[in-house]
C-alpha cells in the first residue's frame, strides 16, 4: 500500500497536475491540503475517472483537507476533536483496509507575537490527545500532512533564516517531538536518518528552488504497527519542478501487507 501527502496550494489551480502526478506514480492513497474550495465543490469526478473515491473536507479560499483512495473510505471523522468553536477545515480522519490515515493541515501560526501562533500551539496540543487516542486501538495508524514544523535544524536549508519563524520556534518543534514521544516515528527520518537536504516546500519568492533553499514540513508519522510494515519512504520533487507547481512537494510512504 502506498500512501500520500501533498499539500496541493488550490486543487482547482493544480488540478492538472495532481492528475498527472497520480497517473505517473499510481498512489493508493493520497492525503491532500489546501484544497482552497468549499467541500461541495471539490473536483470528485476527476479523481474518480482515474479508479479513486474522494472524500473532502473544505471551506472557502483557504485551508481545507482531503482523502482519495482506491479502496474503500470508511469510518470518517470530520475535523479534530477537542474545540467545538474551531471552524477550520484542518483535519480529515478515515479507514482504508484496516490503516487509519488522517489528512492534517496544521496551521501555520505567524506571525509569532498574535493569537495565530497561540492557536497553532492550542491546536497542536489536541492533535496530541487525538494521536494518543489513535495509539489506544493497537491499529497502524498514519497521520499525514502538512505540519508547518520544521523538526530539526538539518530540515532547513539556512536554519538563521527561520529563527523568528512560527515553524521553527522551540514550541513549535517541541509539540511535534511530543507527538513522537507518544510513540509516533517520523517515516522518513526513519529510514534516512543521515539525510540532508530533503525538502518538501521551497517557497516562490527569491529564487528557492533554483537555489535549493528548502524545508522539510511535510511528515507522515506511523504508530509502531504501521511503522512494522514500513517498506520505503521518499521526497518526490518531481511535482515542484513542473509549470504552475504548488510550493510543496508529495512525500510517500509503502507499507506491506
Known amino acids: 500500500m502506498k500512501i500520500a501527502t501533498f499539500n496541493v496550494n488550490s486543487i482547482n489551480a493544480?488540478?492538472?497536475?495532481?492528475?498527472?502526478w497520480l497517473e505517473a506514480v499510481g498512489?493508493?492513497?493520497?492525503?491532500?491540503?489546501?484544497?482552497?474550495?468549499?467541500?461541495?465543490?471539490?473536483?470528485?469526478?476527476?479523481?474518480?475517472?482515474?479508479?479513486?473515491?474522494?472524500?473532502?473536507?473544505?471551506q472557502k479560499s483557504y485551508n481545507g483537507v482531503a482523502i482519495l483512495s482506491r479502496h474503500s473510505i470508511e469510518d470518517v471523522l470530520e475535523g479534530l476533536p477537542g474545540d467545538s468553536e474551531d471552524a477550520q477545515a484542518r483535519y480529515l480522519e478515515a479507514t482504508i483496509q484496516g490503516v487509519r490515515v488522517a489528512a492534517i493541515y496544521l496551521p501555520n501560526g505567524n506571525p509569532i507575537a498574535t493569537h495565530k501562533f497561540?492557536?497553532?500551539?492550542?491546536?497542536?496540543?489536541?492533535?496530541?490527545?487525538?494521536?494518543?487516542?489513535?495509539?489506544?486501538?493497537?491499529?497502524?495508524?498514519?497521520?499525514?500532512?502538512?505540519?508547518?514544523?520544521?523538526?530539526?535544524?538539518?530540515?532547513?536549508?539556512?536554519?538563521?533564516?527561520?529563527q523568528d519563524d512560527a515553524l521553527f520556534q522551540p514550541q513549535s518543534r517541541r509539540a511535534f517531538r511530543a507527538?513522537?514521544?507518544?510513540g509516533?516515528?517520523?517515516?522518513?527520518?526513519?529510514?534516512?536518518?543521515e539525510a540532508r537536504r530533503a525538502y518538501t516546500f521551497w517557497d516562490y519568492q527569491r529564487g528557492a528552488l533554483q537555489r535549493d533553499d528548502g524545508i522539510r514540513i511535510d511528515h507522515?508519522?506511523?504508530?509502531?504497527?504501521a511503522l512494522d510494515r514500513l517498506v520505503s519512504c521518499g521526497i518526490d520533487k518531481a511535482p515542484r519542478l513542473e509549470p504552475k507547481a504548488s510550493d510543496h512537494t508529495p512525500i510517500m510512504l509503502e507499507l506491506r501487507p
Not at 509516533?184 to 536518518?193: E, I, M
Open 14 to 20: 493544480r488540478l492538472g497536475n495532481l492528475t498527472q
Open 27 to 58: 498512489p493508493d492513497i493520497v492525503l491532500l491540503q489546501e484544497i482552497k474550495c468549499q467541500t461541495e465543490a471539490f473536483p470528485t469526478l476527476a479523481f474518480e475517472t482515474l479508479g479513486y473515491q474522494a472524500r473532502a473536507l473544505g
Open 118 to 162: 497561540d492557536y497553532k500551539l492550542a491546536w497542536m496540543t489536541r492533535l496530541h490527545t487525538r494521536a494518543a487516542d489513535l495509539l489506544k486501538t493497537g491499529g497502524p495508524v498514519v497521520l499525514g500532512g502538512d505540519y508547518n514544523v520544521i523538526p530539526e535544524p538539518v530540515d532547513c536549508e539556512n536554519p538563521a533564516e527561520w
Open 179 to 182: 507527538l513522537l514521544h507518544l
Open 184 to 193: 509516533y516515528y517520523d517515516a522518513f527520518r526513519s529510514l534516512h536518518p
Open 220 to 225: 507522515l508519522l506511523l504508530s509502531p504497527q
